[in-house]
T-cell receptor, first 115, second 117 residues
Framework: NAGVTQTPKFRILKIGQSMTLQCTQD?????MYWYRQDPGMGLKLIYY???????DKGEVPNGYNVSRSTTEDFPLRLELAAPSQTSVYFC??????????????FGQGTRLTVV | GENVGLHLPTLSVQEGDNSIINCAYS??????FIWYKQESGKGPQFIID?????DKRQGQRVTVLLNKTVKHLSLQIAATQPGDSAVYFC????????????????FGKGTHLIIQP
């Protein structure tokens, strides 16, 4: 059981470039999330999805876009990379919406540097 | 040994001793709290949670204490082992984000637990 898988693990982008961070889970979870973690800080929610075709903004959505065409996949898109987007990105999924009384499964993260 | 304080970035304990990691939360409306463990190069891993109507909850080698009066949360790890080395985050949950969907999950800055042999 692979759980939550993120690719790539590392990436360096130039300012203005675009990229897609991939996330897939094999636990048939309806609920998926994207977080960013800045150095020495906790996680902040970027976007989340309650099921295929449904997405919504979290705390820090600016500069990002998401889509959810299938239950398994929840890619995160950066259209015009900026240095402020240098961070570690984590994808997570849960079997119930939210984190109350339910364990969130996190991927191993994507370390993104924008130069 | 034990080290008690708030917002300590690093906590160093001897292997076999008990560890106490503290967290001060800000939102009095938060009604649910979670402790996560994050090992180097990995995503956060759920440890234990507690609802605001509880003062204490125990798991395997871990205990979470909640003091709502002073908005303080602590994680106690008994008989600390080398595998406990990690950054520990507390997270509080209050009102949902826009759209009424996901929980308003707010993470603290984390405490790095270092185990001395």
């Amino acid at each position: 059981n692979a759980g939550v898988t993120q690719t790539p693990k590392f990436r360096i982008l130039k300012i203005g470039q675009s990229m897609t961070l991939q996330c897939t889970q094999d636990m048939n979870h309806n609920y998926m999330y994207w977080y960013r973690q800045d150095p020495g800080m906790g996680l902040k929610l970027i976007y989340y999805s309650v099921g295929a075709g449904i997405t919504d903004k979290g705390e820090v959505p600016n500069g990002y876009n998401v889509s959810r065409s299938t239950t398994e996949d929840f890619p995160l898109r950066l259209e015009l990379a900026a240095p402020s987007q240098t961070s570690v990105y984590f994808c997570a999924s849960t079997h119930r919406l939210g984190h109350r009384g339910t364990e969130a499964f996190f991927g191993q993260g994507t370390r993104l540097t924008v130069v | 040994g034990e080290n008690v304080g708030l917002h300590l970035p690093t906590l160093s304990v001897q292997e076999g001793d008990n560890s106490i990691i503290n967290c001060a939360y800000s939102n009095s409306a938060s009604d649910y709290f979670i402790w996560y463990k994050q090992e180097s190069g990995k995503g956060p891993q759920f440890i234990i949670d507690i609802r605001s109507n509880m003062d204490k909850r125990q798991g395997q080698r871990v205990t979470v204490l909640l003091n709502k009066t002073v908005k303080h949360l602590s994680l106690q790890i008994a008989a600390t082992q080398p595998g406990d080395s990690a950054v520990y985050f507390c997270a509080e949950i209050s009102t949902p984000y826009s759209g009424g969907g996901a929980d308003g999950l707010t993470f603290g800055k984390g405490t790095h637990l270092i185990i001395q042999p």
